[in-house]
């Protein structure tokens, strides 16, 4: 989807306009875009790298860090030395560690306040992590105009509560809710994404 509709000489612009919340310390989803990008979408690991380097990822509980192909010092994608532990400890707190920064805060809701669609996948709603998304101007609507969200593995009988709760982050469209994994999601819903995209 990032690539549709690019020139060949645009394709290191391809995630300019997508910001990642991601709540997770892993680097899966660079690795999957660096490698996916090559291999699906044809495109040099030079170019690969520069399309992932523009993408823009939040993560309110830190990161392991770089990955090796994207700077010199940077970690293997499942390196497991001794001296790999010592680099990231510092770099990751725990799910009950408040993400205290205020920066991350701001962050977030500035991606938000730009945001004109937002899709949740595999977020487990957690309170902790959902008042992250609240406005920092609470009432004022954000510019967002589709949201959709997973929800697979969470019972009917929640999604109503979810979807008022979502309503409250300031958006301007009735969230969509749909029980199913992240992959099927953007597969089965591509045509509003890209419809709500332009």
């Known amino acids: 989807m990032a690539l549709s509709g690019l020139e060949q000489r645009a394709v290191s612009r391809a995630f300019e306009n997508i910001t990642i919340i991601n709540f997770n310390y892993d680097r899966t989803i660079e690795t999957y875009l660096y490698s996916a990008l090559q291999r699906r979408g044809g495109i040099s690991s030079e170019e690969a790298k520069q399309c992932v380097t523009g993408l823009k990822v939040i993560r309110p509980y830190g990161s392991i860090g770089k990955l090796?192909?994207?700077?010199?010092?940077?970690?293997?994608?499942?390196?497991?030395?001794?001296?790999?532990?010592?680099?990231?400890?510092?770099?990751?707190?725990?799910?009950?560690?408040?993400?205290?920064?205020?920066?991350?805060?701001?962050?977030?809701?500035?991606?938000?306040?730009?945001?004109?669609?937002?899709?949740?996948?595999?977020?487990g709603f957690h309170q902790q992590n959902m008042k992250l998304f609240e406005p920092s101007t609470p009432g004022r609507n954000r510019r967002i105009h589709a949201l959709m969200a997973t929800a697979k593995g969470i019972d009917d009988k929640n999604h109503e509560a979810i979807t008022i709760h979502l309503s409250r982050l300031g958006i301007i469209a009735s969230p969509i809710l749909v029980a199913c994994k992240a992959e099927e999601l953007l597969i089965q819903l591509r045509p509003t994404i890209t419809m709500a995209a332009v």
């Open 68 to 123: 090796d192909w994207q700077e010199q010092a940077g970690i293997p994608y499942g390196g497991h030395e001794n001296s790999v532990a010592a680099q990231v400890e510092k770099n990751i707190r725990t799910f009950t560690e408040q993400a205290q920064e205020e920066t991350v805060s701001a962050s977030i809701n500035q991606a938000l306040g730009n945001a004109e669609i937002a899709i949740f996948l595999g977020f």
